[in-house]
C-alpha cells in the first residue's frame, strides 16, 4: 500500500494538450474516483500512473518514490482493464498465476494466494476453465482477481464495470467496494457513470478537458459544486440552471421574476449571475417562479415533473405524488439555502 | 430456413453441393491427371486414347525418377530452399508486422508504400539486373542465392499479413502483461506469439508454398545440377524431341508429397479463434 502523489502532470498527443498542470495526492488505503465526459483525459491519466503513457512533464510519486521513468512492471501496481484483458489461451488459475509466476514466486505462495484471491471472489469452480468459456460477469471476476493476487501498492481501474449489465453492474460496484474495505489497498478509478462515483468514492476528481475542475468526497461536491461544470456534471437528473442578474438580495430571472438568494453569497449588485437549483429542491408554491407543466413521470419512489419556466427546460423531483396534467400552471420556488450561485462569465461559484 | 417449403429447401441443398461438387472437380481434376498419368505404362500412353484411368498400372515411372535421375537432390535442394525461407521469412516479418502494428515511428507511412510498391514489378522486369548482381556476389548457381531471393520477394506480402494478425490481438493484452511483471519482449513472447501461432502458420505455409513451386529465379540463376531445386529439375524431362509424361507426373506427385505433409502439421496452427474470449461479449 501507498499514496501517490501527482504534481504538475502535463500530456500532449501531437499538438493536442490531453492533461494540463495536473495535481493531485491521493492517500494510503484511499479509494478515489476520476469522473468525467469522455474524451476528458482519464484514461490518459491513469495509464499515466500505470507507466503506459510517457508524460510530457510533472512528477509521478508511488509511496516516496519517483516513478517517472519506470517501467510499468516495476511500478507494483495492478491494472483492471475496461476490456478485462484476460490471457486468452491461459485457463483461470494460470491467468491469475501469471504475475506471481514471472516474479518467480515460491509454488505454494502462488497456489495459496490464487485460492484466496478465488475463494474471495467466487471463481473456485471456474479455474481450469479458459476466458471464452466465461460470462462477463465471470470474466470481471477474474480480471479482479489477477489484481489482487499480486497484492500490488495500488489498484488501477478503467471502467471495469462498463461491458456488464445494470443488474450485474451493481452487484459488482457492491463487491469491489467490500474488496476494498478489506484489503485497503489505494484504488484509483476511472468510470463516466456518477452512480459508481458517488457510491464507491472517498474523494470524487472531476475532470474536464484534462484539467481537475474540483476534488471532494461525494456530498461535498455534490452540496458545494465549485462550478458550473461540476454542477451539472454530478446528480441526477441534472441541475436546474438560470440565468440571472443580482438585484438586492435577489435574483432576478429572464422572465422578471425574483428569487431570493442565500445568505453567503457575495454579490455585486448588478452583475451576471448563474442560478442553480437541484431538481429535489424545487417545490411547488402559491407565488416564485410561474411555470407550465409539460411532462409527468410517475417513478414510483418520487415522481419527476418537467416544466417551461424562465425560458428553461426545468425539473422538479417531488416525493410526494402531486396530481397534475400537462399544460397545468404552477408556481416554482426553492430555500434560499439550497441555491447554488456561479458567476456567469467565470464559471464560479459565489455562495 | 422458415417459410421455404420441404422442395425448396432439398432444391436449394441440391444446389449447394453440386455447387461444391464441381468446384471440388475443377480444382482436383488436375492432380488426379498427374497421378493418372504417372502410373499409366509407357506404351498405353498414347494408345488408348482419353481414359479416367489406364487398364494397367506401373510404378515403374517413379522407380526411374528416384533411382535413375538426380531427383532426390532436387528435392533436398528445394525443402533446403524452401524451409530456409519461409523460416526468415516468417521471423522478418513478425517483427517488422509488429513494429507496424503497434508503434508510431517516423516514416512509418513511407516504409508501408515502399512495401507495397515492391509487389507491383513484373517480376521479368527485374531478373537482369537481379543476375548481375547476383552474379558479382558470388551468389548464382547456389541455394543461398535462391533463399535471398526469395527471402526478399516474400517479406512484403508477409509481412502484412503479420500486421493484420496482429492488429488483431488487443493491445490491452501486452498492456495487461506489461504491468503484470513482463517487460516488452516478455510480452512478445508470453502473449502475443502464442496468440499470432495461427497467422505465423499462415504466413510459414504461404512463403513455404512460394517457394517450393518457383520456376522462373530457379531458372535464372541455377546452372548446375547439384543446385538445381525440383521444379527447375523438372524441365529436364522435356527433351529436345520428346516429353517424358510419365516420369515428370510422377516426379510432379513426389512433390506434391512435402506440401501435402506440411499442411497437415501446420493445420492446427491455422485454426483461428484462438483470440476469442480475450477481450469483453
Ligand atoms: N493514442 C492517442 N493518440 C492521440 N490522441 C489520443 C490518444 N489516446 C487518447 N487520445 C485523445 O486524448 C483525449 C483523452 O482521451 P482519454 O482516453 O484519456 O479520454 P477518457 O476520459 O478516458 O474518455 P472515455 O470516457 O471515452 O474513455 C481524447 O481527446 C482522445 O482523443
Ligand atoms: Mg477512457
Redesign the pocket.
Known sequence: MASVSLRGIHKK??P?S?LEKIDLDIEDGEFVV?V????????????SIAGL?TIDGGEIRIGDRLVNHAAPKDRDIAMVF?SYALYPHMDVRRNMAFSLNLRKSPAELIAERVSAASAKLGLGSLLERLPKQLSGGQRQRVAMGRAIVRNPKVFLF??PLSNLDAKLRSTMRTEIKALHQSLKTTSIY?T?DQIEAMTMANRIVV?HD?IIQQVGPPLELYDRPANIFVAGFIGSPTMNFFDAVSQGKSARLGDGSALVLPTGAVVKEGREIVIGIRPEHLRFSGEGLPGRVVVVEPLGMSTQVTLDAAGERVTLMALERPSLAPGDAKSLTARPEDIHVFDRSTGLRLN | MPGQSLFQRIAGQIGLYGAVACYVVFALLPIYWTIKISVTPQDLLYSEGIRLWPSRMTLANYASVLKASDFPRYFLNSIIVSVSTAFIVTVVASFAGYALSRFRFRGKALVSLVLLLTQTFPLVMVIPPIYRIMGQLGLTDNLYGLIIIYTAFNIAFATFLMQSFLDGVPKDLEEAAMIDGCTRLDALRRVILPLTLPGMGATVAFVFTAAWSELLFGLMLINSESQKTFSVGLLTFVGKFAVDWGQMMAASVLALIPVCLFFLFLQRYLVTGLTAGAVKG
Open positions: 498527443f501531437g493536442v490531453v476520476l468525467g465526459p469522455s474524451g476528458c483525459g482519464k484514461s490518459t491519466l491513469l495509464r503513457e475496461q478503467d471502467e476511472v463516466h475532470m484534462g
